[in-house]
């Protein structure tokens, strides 16, 4: 049991390349999420999706693009990097249910460099 | 979803007990009060959540006031392992996908 996984753990960008990140948990959870932390920073939710199929908006979800094709995964996508997109880019995942009990798992991390 | 405010940093000394406080003035009847900590630069981890009453488990203690517009962290006995940023949140339960909005949470320094 993996808990949840990111794939890559550090990527270096030049300004306009595009880039995919991958999220997979094997916790067979429903809710899935992507915050971007910066330096001395709480952390920000992109996107988030409660479903197979859906997604939806977070607080700063401009300049991304996500896609849940697969339950266990949630993919990140930056179309055209920028030096603002420099960050720590956190994975998460958590059941569904109307439960408060149902914390987030978080992954260790993608850090991500724009030139 | 309620706004929260922490001091931005602590110190405790090992063993001893670590009082985080969280105020949350503006939190609705049916929102939770959430604390997750997050080591050195790794992903968040879960502590705690309660809605009105004192919670304890196996990591810590949270103690809501009776009005629930404020809150605070009990780390029993702290270690060195326990230096993190804490963040409290607040949030609906499990709806509306079951968002967390991060503030800066507060620092805590363990020292020896």
């Known amino acids: 049991n993996a808990g949840v996984t990111q794939t890559p753990k550090f990527r270096v960008l030049k300004t306009g390349q595009s880039m995919t990140l991958l999220c997979a948990q094997d916790?067979?959870?429903?809710?899935m999420y992507w915050y971007r932390q910066d330096p001395g920073m709480g952390l920000r939710l992109i996107h988030y999706?409660?479903?197979?199929?859906?997604?939806a908006k977070g607080e700063v979800p401009d300049g991304y693009n996500v896609s849940r094709l697969k339950k266990q995964n949630f993919l990140l996508g930056l179309e055209s990097a920028a030096p603002s997109q420099t960050s720590v880019y956190f994975c998460?995942?958590?059941?569904?249910?109307?439960?408060?009990?149902?914390?987030?798992?978080f992954g260790p991390g993608t850090r991500l460099t724009v030139t | 979803d309620a706004k929260t405010t922490q001091p931005p940093s602590m110190d405790c000394a090992e063993g001893r007990a670590a009082n985080l406080p969280c105020n949350h003035s503006?939190?609705?009847?049916?929102?939770?009060v959430y604390w997750y900590r997050q080591i050195h630069s790794q992903g968040p981890q879960y502590i705690i959540h309660?809605?009105?009453n004192n919670e304890t488990n196996e990591m810590a203690s949270l103690i809501i006031t009776e009005d629930r517009k404020s809150s605070t962290l009990i780390l029993p006995h702290a270690t060195l392992r326990d230096t993190a940023v804490y963040y409290c949140?607040?949030?609906?339960?499990?709806?509306?996908?079951?968002?967390?909005?991060f503030g800066q949470g507060t620092e805590l320094s363990v020292k020896p």
């Open positions: 998460a995942s958590s059941g569904a249910g109307t439960s408060a009990r149902k914390e987030q798992y």
């Open positions: 309660g809605l009105k």
């Open positions: 999706s409660v479903g197979e199929g859906t997604t």
């Open positions: 503006t939190i609705s009847g049916n929102e939770y």
């Open positions: 916790m067979n959870h429903e809710y």
């Open positions: 949140i607040v949030r609906v339960g499990n709806n509306q996908g079951g968002k967390l909005i």
